[in-house]
């Protein structure tokens, strides 16, 4: 994208980075809000039911510390904390580091089971969020796939040069493939639908809603399909597509007549 931006006059330069930022900043929320998921997802399959199995795969690095605090005699209710410490490189080539705690009332795959995932001075490769996500098992749908309702609240993400983005989002996740893999989390995939709002990094509120579903497999650090709207406040319309399927940081960005390349962080 940089090589587009130095064919415009200065003018041109601005308003291309202003019709940008938005999906960027939406993108940014997304894989970070999810990467929240994905590590509670891998410490909450390894101590679940599963508690003193051993082969399960992750994609946690041994230099995070997962602590299991329970009710004396049960198993569950239980709050499973993630200590990356002061840094840790995750086996996806993240640097992690900080707290992550999940409030977990049930087994995972179980109807009704919720957790409750808050971060504590916790940042991924330079990228610090605050705020609540709450997963809710919802039981099996007409396919016999699981979904779960996921509500994220009140998060601000602050970036490396010290800008902020705040997000909120409702969506309900489905697991699509991989759910009968228990000792496998890198063969699972789910599909995302819903919406959000925010704030982006210049300060201009926005709202988000997804048209085609997105596709999320635990093996890739990024969304590989599917599309959304992004409406930010006075500007037109962006709609960010995720690709066909390749695991990679590419995304298409379509703003009236024009289309971008962004990459995800």
Partial sequence: MAALILTFTSCKKYKLNRDTTTSEDQAVAESITNDLFDNVDDAAKQNDDAIGKTGITSSLSTCAVITVDTTAGTIFPATVTIDFGT?????????????????????????????????????VDGYSIEGQKVVTNMGLNVDSHSVFHIEITNVVI????????????????????????????????????????????????FEMEITNRLRKEIGCYWLVSGTLEIRPQDLNTITVDFGDGACDDEATVEIGNNTYIIHMH
């Avoid at 789910?190 to 919406?195: E, F, L, P, S, V």
Wanted: net charge negative; with cysteine; aromatic share 8%.
């Fill in 87 to 123: 840094g840790c490189v995750g086996n996806d080539g993240k640097t992690r580091s900080g707290i992550i705690s999940a409030e977990i009332t049930g087994p995972y795959r179980d109807e009704g089971t919720s957790v409750t995932i808050t971060p504590d001075n916790y940042s």
């Fill in 158 to 205: 602050t970036t490396p040069d010290a800008e902020t983005i705040e997000w909120q989002s409702s969506r309900d996740r489905e697991w699509m493939e991989g759910e009968s893999t228990y000792l496998n989390i890198f063969d699972d995939v789910y599909h995302i639908t819903g919406t959000g709002a925010g704030v982006n990094r210049e300060g201009r509120p």
